[in-house]
């Protein structure tokens, strides 16, 4: 079974410090792929980034920078001085090819931030 | 271009009526699915289309939920006998053929209240 676990479920910090969102996944697929969506409070799920399984190599993209290592399991997503439009909660998510071609995603709980000025 | 859509925004009902959810992909998307987030949770996946059929029903929770794409676009979930626990967002999401790294994008949703 696919699982995706984010311990933190609230982090609250002040602009412009720098942030990580931990999160660690589960699953016996040796093909997969891992993403991240944020949720801002209008509710729509944006999506931020795709990785699959045999791309390990780190990615920035502006202030936003994500760190796949599949020996401990983690894609872990980085908001380097963060903004107040940064708050929103984000989910990270797992898929792996399934019953009749299904990519479905797998979703942690979410973790909300909330960046204060 | 225009993204993923869904109607209605809110839907408040009592408890064993019947309702529909409607979904409509973005365009030329073939893959749809659907989700259920209830409240401080991850969205949970209920059913994938790939064209017309549904490919993955293995995440409808009973047999009042039931879901139709019969032109391979708009798509509408269907909930019978409807219970105060299927109060959540749906929510919709497409992807251009559903198979390989393709990216889902998501509407924003349909809160579904059952009183």
């Known amino acids: 079974a696919q699982k995706v676990t984010q311990a933190q479920t609230e982090i609250s910090v002040v602009e412009k410090e720098d942030v990580t969102l931990d999160c660690v996944y589960e699953?016996?697929?040796?093909?997969?792929?891992l993403f991240w969506y944020k949720q801002p409070p209008s509710g729509e799920l944006v999506f931020l980034i795709r990785r699959n399984s045999f791309d390990e190599q780190n990615e920035i993209s502006g202030r936003y920078s994500w760190n796949f290592q599949k020996s401990t399991s983690s894609f872990n997503f980085t908001i380097t001085a963060s903004q107040v439009v940064d708050s929103a909660v984000y989910f990270c998510a797992l898929s792996a090819p399934s019953q009749g071609g299904s990519e479905k995603l797998v979703f942690g709980k979410g973790m909300k931030l909330t960046v204060n000025p | 271009g225009a993204g993923v859509s869904q109607t209605p925004s809110n839907k408040v009902t009592e408890k064993g009526k019947y309702v529909e959810l409607r979904c409509d992909p973005i365009s030329g998307h073939t893959a749809l699915y659907w989700y259920r987030q209830s409240l401080g949770q991850g969205p949970e996946f209920l059913i994938y289309f790939q064209g017309t059929g549904a490919a993955d029903d293995s995440g409808l929770p009973n047999d009042r939920f039931f879901a139709v794409r019969p032109e391979g676009s708009v798509s509408t979930l269907k909930i019978q006998r409807t219970e105060r626990g299927d109060s959540a967002v749906y929510l919709c999401?497409?992807?251009?053929?559903?198979?390989?790294?393709?990216?889902?994008?998501f509407g924003p949703g349909t809160r579904l209240t059952v009183l």
């Open positions: 999401a497409s992807s251009f053929t559903g198979t390989g790294p393709d990216t889902q994008y």
């Open positions: 699953t016996r697929d040796t093909t997969y792929y």
